[in-house]
């Protein structure tokens, strides 16, 4: 099989891993592990985003000297914009609230749980795709490993990930398998993402860099608009800050191992 097609499948095989705890666990999630789930992930999310994609962006354009940064700038901005104008759009209902966000529409409590993942996860599948993308160019400063290297470390991400998800949902009353399905699916849009960034890629490689950033700004703005405001909220707030630093530590370790 094609290191490619392995690097953009890994993420959701993560995803399923994680929601298969739903047969695992009789329980809801107690707050202690969700607490360091969510920290770990926003970790990892923020490691990925720094050294995979804003710094390699940066080294593309060291010709520009001083200037080239700005391609990161733009880039970052423009997927913390593209992002934030997804979630004003799409109608969808984070797990533990009541509230809607987004346009009104008349959709089930599940469907708009299931939005909010796939928003989620889209910038996710963005980060994979354009790092391979990179890969595949032959960009020096982006090899094969260090893509896979990003694959793997979001894979690991999404297994808490996945539980997070599927859990609610059976405690919301859905039966063990259905959790499981909605909580996979929910990955789905990761390889879908990750394919829309390497065709782009391949038709306009000079804004590459902006791509990687532009990858990167969508990642922080979750883990800025999400992840950190579920993980600080109540109590054992210090487990999500243990949590952050093994997973920030995790994706910095194999990106630049696998470098």
């Not at 010709?63 to 799409?90: C, H, N, Q, R, Y």
Request: hydrophobic share 55%.
């Amino acid at each position: 099989m094609s290191p490619i097609i392995i690097g953009l499948l890994i993420p959701f095989l993560g995803t399923m891993i994680g929601s298969a705890f739903v047969f695992m666990m009789k329980k809801e999630m107690s707050v202690l592990l969700q607490k360091s789930l969510l920290g770990f992930a926003s970790g990892v999310m923020v490691a990925a985003s720094v050294w995979s994609l804003i710094i390699p962006s940066i080294e593309m354009c060291e010709e520009m000297g001083k200037w080239s940064v700005m391609p990161a700038t733009i880039g970052l901005l423009a997927g913390m914009g593209f992002l934030l104008l997804i979630d004003e759009l799409t109608p969808h209902l984070h797990i533990g609230t009541d509230h809607p966000e987004g346009l009104r529409a008349r959709l089930s409590r599940t469907m708009m749980l299931s939005l909010a993942v796939t928003i989620h996860n889209l910038p996710e599948g963005m980060a994979v795709g354009v790092v391979l993308a990179g890969a595949m160019q032959h960009e020096a400063s982006i090899s094969l490993a260090a893509a896979i290297a990003v694959s793997l470390g979001i894979a690991i991400q999404n297994i808490p990930e996945g539980a997070i998800i599927s859990m609610p949902m059976r405690a919301a009353g859905n039966s063990r398998w259905k959790s499981f399905v909605i909580g996979s699916l929910s990955g789905v849009v990761e390889p879908l993402g990750g394919i829309i960034m390497i065709l782009l890629a391949s038709m306009m490689m000079p804004i590459l860099p902006y791509m990687l950033s532009f990858a990167a700004g969508a990642m922080l703005y979750v883990v800025v608009e999400e992840l950190i405001p579920e993980a600080s909220e109540g109590e054992h707030t210090n487990l999500s800050t243990i949590g952050f630093a093994i997973g920030f530590v995790l994706m910095m370790v194999l990106d630049v191992v696998m470098g």
